[in-house]
């Protein structure tokens, strides 16, 4: 019989030292899980023992702390490869996050195979990074940006991305899990409209990679972009995962080491894949480190923290709409663990520091979606995100803090 481990906040706790600590002389709640998550000792002594073990360049070194450096790195890939079930290693470009996969995507598809009169698909509830590398791209080739509209829940309007869609779109560029709301969109569904016209599609994994089990030969999208920092890993590196003949098709995004085959005055022939999206020395120490946080997540299972942060969300939706004035922005369908949350009359600037000053940590302000804001009527949001080492407790004393605030402010 297979033993199954029960899922044990208080052993999970333990592995992040930075949640043992009072700020203004109260415990810590970290609640800011959207904006980067914290990372497990696992992943802190990974970057040690790189810095104090095998820090070396890699890929040209013929010598041991190279080689060594280098098995780790590209060890990496392959956890990351496996992670999403990408088919082929050399579909997984190490990048600095999110925001550069999609930029590297907007100017090197788009240089090769967006023009005048084309157009790309984005919706409302973007992140800026997931707009204006499309604006940007407009604008210099004259293709045009369509954006599907929501509901006053927070869920995409299909019928309306349906409508948008024609033989000019050339990519639809969606938010797999919206960081303002907490949407999970029907990206499988999206996807396949899309093809239906020939269209590509990129999807933002920045939100999804750490709460929903991803399989992106299932999903079949085109690229799919993630930041490590936001799932128990480093900041400074992510992934971009594209089909290798789309990816074999694209010019490169930076030209320089690493991304070359050979290098004359006359002429310059390129890398293979993945190297050809990888110039300069890149970021080693966060990447291996990163393998470490990828692991950390599997050995506790992506099925028994999704379960656990759905409680934690059903435990705070209802816990929080007890709150006389508080209205959650975000209702949708399916949604992971993210409250976002105004309190009549009251500024979501003062709310975060106001409960900062009893220890809770939340993010307040447009979450980098000010046309989603927009799109609510209203200037921003307090935003509480929880991750797989929050508990019902500490959404009790966020309770308990909202009650302050009110008080303060009666
Ligand atoms: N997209 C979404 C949905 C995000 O939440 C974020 C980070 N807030 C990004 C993109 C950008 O990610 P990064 O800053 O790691 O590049």
Redesign the pocket.
């Known amino acids: 019989m297979e033993l199954v481990t029960a899922y044990n906040v208080t052993d999970i706790r333990k592995d992040f030292p930075i949640l043992n600590q009072t700020v203004h002389g109260k415990p810590l709640v970290y609640f800011d899980n959207?904006?980067t998550t914290q990372k497990p000792l696992p992943v802190i002594q990974a970057l040690t023992e790189y810095y104090q073990g095998y820090n070396a360049n890699i890929h040209r070194g013929i010598h041991t702390l190279a080689e060594k450096a280098t098995a780790e790195y590209e060890g990496t890939r392959e956890a990351a490869r496996q992670f999403i079930n990408a088919a082929q290693r050399e579909e997984i470009i190490f990048t600095r996050?999110?925001?550069?996969g999609i930029n590297l995507v907007a100017a090197s598809f788009g240089r090769a195979f967006i023009k005048a009169g084309d157009e790309i698909i984005i919706s409302t509830m973007e992140?800026h990074?997931?707009i204006v590398p499309w604006q940007m791209l407009c604008e210099e080739t004259g293709a045009k940006l369509s954006v599907i509209p929501i509901t006053d829940e927070g869920d995409i309007i299909l019928e309306e991305y349906e409508k948008l869609l024609s033989e000019k779109t050339k990519m639809v560029a969606l938010?797999y899990v919206?960081?303002s709301l907490g949407t999970i969109n029907p990206v499988k569904q999206v996807i396949d409209l899309a093809h239906g016209y020939g269209a590509r599609v990129l999807v933002?994994g920045?939100?999804a990679t750490a709460h929903l089990d991803i399989d992106v030969q299932a999903l079949d999208c085109d690229f799919y972009v993630f930041?490590s920092?936001?799932m128990y890993g480093p900041t400074g590196v992510?992934v971009l995962y594209g089909k290798k003949a789309l990816l074999e098709a694209m010019p490169p995004y930076q030209g320089g080491g690493e991304m070359i085959k050979d290098v004359s005055f006359e002429r310059t022939t390129y890398n293979e894949l993945p190297y050809k999206f990888e110039a300069g020395t890149p970021n080693i120490a966060d990447t291996v480190a990163f393998k470490a946080a990828l692991q950390y997540v599997n050995n506790i299972g992506k099925a028994a923290i999704g379960e656990y942060e759905q409680e934690l969300l059903a435990y705070g939706t209802e816990a929080l709409s007890g709150i006389p004035g508080l209205r959650i922005i975000g209702q949708a369908r399916e949604k992971i663990s993210v409250i976002s949350f105004r309190v009549e009359g009251i500024h979501h600037q003062d709310i975060g520091i106001i409960l900062d000053t009893q220890g809770i940590a939340v993010r307040t302000g447009h979450h980098?979606t000010q046309p989603l804001m927009q799109r609510f009527g209203i200037p921003g949001t307090s935003r509480a995100s929880f991750a797989m080492y929050n508990t019902k407790e500490e959404i009790d004393r966020l309770v308990q803090g909202l009650h302050k605030v009110r008080k303060m402010f009666a």
């Open positions: 959207a904006a996050g999110t925001t550069e992140h990074s997931n938010v919206s960081n933002d920045a939100q930041s920092h936001k992510g980098c």
